[in-house]
């Protein structure tokens, strides 16, 4: 079984940072598309990046310049740098992996996810 866990979201002012981890396990990144998505309440759940197997990314409008997605094949752990962060950028933030032949930008492309890290932006 495929399982994912998010961890270092928390609470910064607008401007600030924050790097969150996927720590992954069932599933190599190396074989596979991963990625990382958001959603603030009321609101679809939307793609933020994405990296495959060939660490090829690609990297949402609303982001670009500010978020880079890596990964660490060793240690099968997902990362996401986010810079310059804005009041907008607050929601949920999901780690997600899909274990199906190819890639997505889509949620319903992916089907294993984790359980999300709180990041609150405050301006």
């Known amino acids: 079984q495929v399982q994912l866990l998010e961890s270092g979201g928390g609470s910064v002012q607008a401007g600030g940072s924050l790097r969150l981890s996927c720590t992954i396990s069932?599933?190599?990144?190396?074989?596979?598309?991963i990625g990382w998505f958001r959603q603030a309440p009321g609101k679809e759940r939307e793609a933020v990046a994405r990296i495959d197997r060939a660490d090829a990314t690609s990297v949402a409008d609303s982001v670009k310049g500010r978020f880079t997605i890596s990964k660490d094949s060793a240690e099968n752990i997902l990362y996401l740098q986010m810079n310059s962060l804005k009041p907008e950028d607050t929601a949920m933030y999901y780690c997600?992996?899909?274990?199906?032949?190819?890639?997505?930008?889509?949620?319903?492309?992916?089907?294993?996810w984790g359980q999300g890290t709180q990041v609150t932006v405050s301006s």
């Open positions: 069932g599933f190599r990144v190396v074989t596979g598309c």
């Open positions: 997600s992996a899909r274990t199906a032949i190819g890639c997505g930008y889509r949620p319903i492309d992916y089907n294993a």
